[in-house]
Nanobody
Framework: QVQFVESGGGLVQPGGSLRLSCAASGSISSADGMGWYRQAPGKQRDVVAFISRYGVTGYIASVEGRFTISRDIAKNTVYLQMNSLKPEDAAVYYC????????????WGQGTQVTVSS
């Protein structure tokens, strides 16, 4: 299975921005899609954004217009640009490959912590 190393998290004030990166150990070009997920304390891990094999992107309603997912297939890397961050965006962020029904298919990495606080 493909493994992932997430980076780019940190502490940011409300309204600030972060750019997360996810480096995959293998090719991501054959995956049906790639997703960014997040897990806040006491909550389940949920998808935040995805990008399909064909470059179609999707977002949950709460981040639509603020987050942008992108990828560099040659580098096997996926990014998540996060703007106008809110305290409720605080969580550990993970990435993973996904199948056609958006089920995660790779091995979870350690994630990267995002903290939004003044």
């Amino acid at each position: 299975q493909v493994q992932f190393v997430e980076s780019g998290g940190g502490l940011v004030q409300p309204g600030g921005s972060l750019r997360l990166s996810c480096a995959a150990s293998g090719s991501i070009s054959s995956a049906d899609g790639m997703g960014w997920y997040r897990q806040a304390p006491g909550k389940q891990r949920d998808v935040v954004a995805f990008i399909s094999r064909y470059g179609v992107t999707g977002y949950i309603a709460s981040v639509e217009g603020r987050f942008t997912i992108s990828r560099d297939i040659a580098k096997n890397t996926v990014y998540l640009q996060m703007n106008s961050l809110k305290p409720e965006d605080a969580a550990v962020y993970y990435c993973n490959t996904m199948n056609h029904v958006r089920t995660p298919t790779g091995t979870w990495g350690q994630g990267t912590q995002v903290t939004v606080s003044s």
